[in-house]
């Protein structure tokens, strides 16, 4: 990355700036940057793990204010009007605008973004602490309310990254059992202190064989090809495996686990806007917070090169 300066024009009648003070740095950043999936465009400003300060408001802007601390995730607009928007899936609008595909994200001074997808931060979330939460965040926690998970259930996380650090401390906030599985063997105290119940060293074929049968949801936040029919064994009749995480090759797995124990396999793409203030509040009232790292901006590169070996714990933010 190199330094940028763009001019973003007139604000919209519906749009606000925010000066950004804390930006995560997201696996998808790094996708995005090497153009992992096709989608691009160059130069353009990664970073949407975002929270600031609102500077400027649009004319018809009544739900923020100037001087307000807020947060944006990975979506910064939607149509507003098709079956998906009113619904209150936004996430899943065909228009849906992504903070930093084909515009300017948050690893700058400044973003803007429609009203509807900035969200305050409650007071007693740290902004560092917080801004992970805009999209790490709010990815794990929405598949978790989409398939029920509560206190019966048997969660297992897959990848103890930015993301599956946050689904720990989500998914013992449901009130679930918590398998954590990892490539790195020295994850499993931090894991257990976040809440995980259960450790498996993902590496260790005999260690994955003792959980066979035994997970009702397990979320992949892991961003590589793994053995996934290893992983459809670990879970229970009507159980589900569902990605957030985004391996390289097809997922590739046979049928026949997945008809005999009627087993399912699911994505999920972040969270609308009702359920990102729901995990803002959930956050602040459970104490669920990210483990960071902070760099200055300045230092991007640097942090992102740490992302890349797989050395953060567990998210790297850059702050201005
Ligand atoms: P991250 O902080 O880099 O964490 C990814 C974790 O995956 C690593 O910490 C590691 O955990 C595991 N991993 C890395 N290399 C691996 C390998 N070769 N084999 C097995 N496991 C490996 O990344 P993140 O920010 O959490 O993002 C993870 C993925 O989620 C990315 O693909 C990202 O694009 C995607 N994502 C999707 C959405 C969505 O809406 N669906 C939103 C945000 C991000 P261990 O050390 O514990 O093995
Ligand atoms: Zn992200």
Known sequence: MLPFRYDPGR?????VEIAITHC????????????DWGISQYPFIPGHEIVGTVTAVG????????????????????????????????????NTEATCVHRNGGYADTVRAN????????????????APLLCGGITVYN???????????????????GLGHLAIQFARAFGAQVTAFSTSADKEEEARALGANNFVNSRESKAMKEVAGSLDFL?????????????????????????????PSPVSIQAFPLISGQRTITGSNIGPPKMLLEMLDI???HGIQARTEAFPMAKANEAIDKVKKNKVRYRAVLAN
């Open 11 to 15: 604000l919209g009648s519906v749009d």
């Open 24 to 35: 995560g740095i997201c696996h998808s950043d790094l996708h995005l940057i090497s153009n």
């Open 59 to 94: 004319s018809r802007v009544r739900a923020l204010k100037t001087g307000t601390r807020v947060g944006l995730g990975w979506q910064s607009n939607s149509c507003g009007h098709c079956e998906w928007c009113t619904r209150g899936m936004e996430n899943l609008c065909p």
């Open 115 to 130: 009203v509807r997808f900035v969200f305050p931060i409650p007071d007693v979330l740290p902004s560092e602490n917080a």
């Open 143 to 161: 598949p978790m309310r989409i398939h029920g998970v509560n206190p019966s259930s048997r969660v297992g996380v897959v990848g103890i990254g």
């Open 219 to 247: 979320l992949n936040t892991a961003n590589a090809d793994q053995d996934w029919g290893a992983y459809i064994q670990t879970l229970r009749p009507t159980g589900t495996l569902c990605f957030v995480g985004v391996p």
């Open 283 to 285: 956050a602040a009232r």
